[in-house]
């Protein structure tokens, strides 16, 4: 349907990336997530009573898709662990996979953007974040709280958002974060 949409010359060029996640309430209590990313989106998973954020997607950009180049010409397997480098030179963030938005009538492209996904279990007490680039690309999720059962989770979105507004790289893009914590 983006493909097909006619849109204002104005936004001519503008891209958009996405993370979803779908949970799927089992008999059991138990919550399978899938997650969806396109771009350079991230979902990030706290587990309950651990302190230290995990990242779930691998952004689509220029810099993972050489790592992964890389690894296939050493006849390996990329480590999750390779991708999302921070303090890489800029260009090496262009992102590689987006929805983008065209005014030209004579373009109607059918191919959507590539997009990952993976399943996982949740369970009572772990908290998922989705959240931009405006936020990752500031504060690196070592710098974020933990979050318990007592935590308020607007306060905790706040002082990101303070994180963000305080950053050396001063708040240039948007800064979207989705907060949930399953009780």
């Not at 993370?19 to 799927?24: L, N, P, R, S, T």
């Not at 399978?32 to 990242?55: F, M």
């Not at 260009?91 to 109607?108: G, K, M, P, R, V």
Request: proline share 2%; glycine share 6%.
């Amino acid at each position: 349907m983006i493909n097909q949409a006619k849109h204002s010359s104005k936004r001519h060029g503008a891209a958009a990336t996405l993370a979803i996640i779908v949970g799927e309430l089992n008999s059991d209590g138990a919550i399978k997530a899938k997650i969806t990313h396109v771009g350079d989106s991230r979902v990030y998973w706290l587990p309950k009573g651990e302190s230290q954020w995990q990242c779930l997607t691998r952004d689509h950009n220029l810099l993972n898709e050489l790592i992964d180049q890389q690894a296939q010409e050493q006849g390996r397997q990329a480590e999750f662990t390779e991708y999302n480098r921070e303090g890489m030179a800029g260009s090496l963030y262009s992102i590689t996979e987006c929805f983008a938005l065209t005014s030209d009538s004579s373009y109607l492209s059918s191919e959507a953007p590539e997009s990952i996904s993976r399943t996982m279990d949740i369970h009572s007490g772990d908290c998922l974040l989705v959240c931009t680039d405006g936020i990752h690309d500031l504060v690196p999720s070592h710098e974020w709280q933990a979050v318990s059962e007592e935590t308020d989770l607007q306060d905790w979105l706040i002082t990101l958002k303070d994180q963000v507004y305080d950053s050396e790289g001063d708040a240039y893009d948007n800064g979207t974060a989705i907060l949930l914590r399953f009780d």
